[in-house]
């Protein structure tokens, strides 16, 4: 496996070298609505992996000598009218579902570390929330459904659709062809919403708003936080795998990115548009999914990112 790995860097270099960076259009981004966001909002990142890699391997133009850390989170919402996981990180059952994974993706999703969700929540003594929304159905994000067999999975029809007819190294079936997973699907059937064609405001307040980006996988969906102190964080899901993808704007790696996402033109248009975005809202945090930096920054479970509830 270790040479197998050599020779995927060796020709990730070379193609590195020679693919130049597509065009950086950015569009002019709108200022996010107001939200009426409640004292009580608030939300933490439950740590479930960890592993490492190069940074010249999850953004095209990143250094191929630099190691960048990748995370596995779930995101544990909390609002005053109920609440939720966005996505679920690596799940009890994962070392058995990765033993589907196709044998050349082995060594470059290997993961370590793993505390699934599940069993933190229980020794927090906290109740496992009703609902969970995944970001999409990636093996690594959809890993801890079937520790949550109560709850109730939404995602976009189209997601779910592409998920259960999808085969790895991205999707893995154990993890999706569970008869007991209570699947609802959903449609964003809200308004458009800071130059998104539409948006799932899960609380009528617009503290807790969904919004469509599709491109990695077909319903891939973003989360879109805002705190009753004014703080609003938009989590991106694997449109980028670290915050350097919007910071000047680069795609993913072409290699790890032909084998990860769907439409690759799409998830670029997705990635200039968070940048627009994020130029119009400066205070505006993105965070990847995988960007351990970028989670360390706002801690980890059982530490809560916005207000105790009264
Ligand atoms: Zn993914």
Request: charged content about 15%; proline content about 10%; overall charge neutral.
């Amino acid at each position: 496996m270790g040479k197998l790995l050599l020779l995927i860097v060796l020709a990730a270099l070379a193609v590195w070298r020679l693919w130049p960076l597509p065009a950086a259009v950015i569009p002019v981004g709108e200022p996010l609505p107001e939200a009426q966001a409640p004292a009580g909002l608030r939300f933490a990142l439950i740590k479930t992996g960890v592993a490492t890699t190069l940074e010249a391997m999850v953004v095209a133009d990143g250094s191929l000598f630099r190691p960048t850390r990748i995370g596995h989170i779930a995101v544990l919402v909390e609002h005053p009218q109920g609440r939720l996981l966005f996505d679920g990180g690596l799940g009890t059952q994962v070392d058995q579902q990765f033993g589907e994974m196709s044998f050349w993706a082995k060594p470059i999703f290997a993961f370590k570390h793993v505390n699934p969700a599940v069993t933190q929540l229980q020794a927090a003594g906290i109740k496992a929330p009703p609902r969970i929304f995944l970001s999409h159905a990636h093996w690594d994000h959809a890993s801890a459904l079937v520790d949550f067999p109560k709850a109730e999975i939404w995602l976009p029809a189209a997601e779910r659709e592409t998920a259960v007819n999808g085969h790895p190294p991205a999707f893995l079936p154990s993890q999706l062809n569970c008869p007991a997973t209570r699947w609802q699907p959903f449609a964003f059937d809200g308004p458009a919403y800071a130059g998104y064609p539409a948006s799932l405001g899960l609380f009528g307040d617009g503290s807790v708003v969904l919004l469509p980006l599709p491109g990695h996988t077909a319903g891939s969906t973003g989360l879109l936080l805002s705190l009753a102190d004014g703080r609003r964080y938009f989590f991106v899901g694997d449109t980028v795998w670290h915050h350097l993808g919007v910071d000047r704007p680069a795609p993913k790696f072409s290699l790890s990115s032909l084998i990860v996402d769907a439409d690759r033109e799409a998830v670029w248009q997705a990635v200039l548009k968070l940048r627009g975005l994020r130029d119009a809202n400066p205070g505006l945090v993105i965070v990847p999914a995988h960007d351990a930096g970028a989670h360390d920054t706002l801690g980890y479970f059982p530490k809560f990112v916005g207000e105790t509830p009264p």
